[in-house]
């Protein structure tokens, strides 16, 4: 898919401007819905890409990742969220940002509702 400004497929970061650095969760922030904490749990991107991600802190509306894939802001990603307990839950979500981080990518993700999970029949 690529950006029809740039011509440049959605998946690559953009060529210019600042890396940042990954945002750890730093206490009250009134931009905040939600307060948000660390978290460790490994996050599967299941649509529309299918990529391995690490969770850098959650709250109850949204997701911070860290990953080797760009996400254009707008698209709408189905996750397969593991927690440290080895709970499975199974979200859909809206990236809000993105930002380069080194050689990867961070992005926030709000999330937008609970997705059924999938059978093995569609994996």
Known sequence: MKNSENGRHSNEPPSRGKNSEVRHAAGEDERRRADRSHSDAEVEILSPIQQVASAVDVSRTGIQVSLGHWLSSGTV??????THSGRLMHKRVRVIWTRRAGKRCVSGLEVVGSIAPRTSEQD
Request: glycine share 0%.
């Open 77 to 82: 990603c189905d996750l397969r969220i593991t």
